[in-house]
């Protein structure tokens, strides 16, 4: 009997250590998302310290460990509340199209209840986006198609595209010279004409959930104007592609 309850004590006891670090994990999530510099910042939303070094990231099926394959460029993994930790991947996010997971410390990377955050940008459908669907903290199809880097700013249980947008600033995104978008905001009708002589050039317009509205081809030397007196108020990308180089600016539809 002093057996059984011994026996009974020891697993409550693991039993109860294994959800507290479930229950913990969960204050984990991506802040902030850069393809280019291929840097990624976790913020601790929760009210202790942990040691993240054993999550795990996922991108278009390629797996990390955070202490023992990412460098600490900024903070620790010793994570304080309301802390944030920046690490360094070198060459492991696509800059154009990808989804970033971030996991507990084990278990299938293709089960959502090991999935805590998820993100992705540039197209739908990248990666894991079906476990994250699964895991009811994603829309499929859905993804972020703002100028890179990417930033959360929604709380601990805030989840999807809603809450990502772009760290650039309004004017960061209309410096370049390669199109103007115009007038901006517009009720009825925007124009877009190129600055330069560049060729085979497509346009694509995207509504904030990242939906494309209109895709064309702009040709050199001429503006091509749009008319969005039915589409709803709100803000919208326009993307130029040429190549694999791509531009984004934003207008609002008044």
Avoid: H
Avoid at 113 to 138: C, P
Avoid at 235 to 243: P, V
């Amino acid at each position: 009997m002093k057996t059984n309850y011994f026996l009974k004590t020891v697993f409550t006891f693991l039993f109860a250590a294994f959800l507290s670090q479930q229950v913990n994990a969960q204050q984990f999530k991506l802040l902030v998302v850069d393809p280019v510099t291929d840097t990624v910042t976790i913020k601790n939303f929760g009210s202790t310290t942990e040691d993240i070094g054993t999550l795990r990231l996922c991108s278009l099926f390629g797996y990390k460990t955070l202490a023992t394959q990412t460098t600490v460029v900024d903070g620790s993994l010793n994570l304080a509340p309301n802390a944030e930790v920046t690490i360094s991947i070198p060459g492991y996010l696509n800059d154009t199209a990808a989804d970033l997971g971030l996991y507990t410390p084990t278990g299938n990377f293709g089960t959502a209840a090991n999935m805590l955050d998820f993100t992705q940008w540039g197209s739908g459908g990248n990666g894991r986006e079906n476990v994250a669907v699964a895991a009811g903290i994603w829309t499929a199809g859905t993804f972020i198609n703002v100028a890179a880097p990417y930033e959360f700013n929604g709380t601990a249980t805030d989840f999807g595209v809603n809450f990502w947008d772009t760290l650039l600033s309004v004017d960061d995104l209309n410096t370049s010279t390669r199109f103007s978008v115009y007038p901006n905001p517009s009720s009825s009708i925007i124009n877009i004409e190129l600055n330069g002589s560049q060729t085979n050039l497509t346009y694509e317009v995207f509504d904030i959930l990242g939906k494309q509205i209109v895709s064309e081809i702009l040709e050199p030397g001429n503006s091509s104007k749009i008319d969005v007196s039915s589409w709803n108020s709100g803000l919208y990308l326009i993307k130029i592609t040429n190549g694999d180089q791509t531009e984004t600016k934003r207008f609002v539809k008044q």
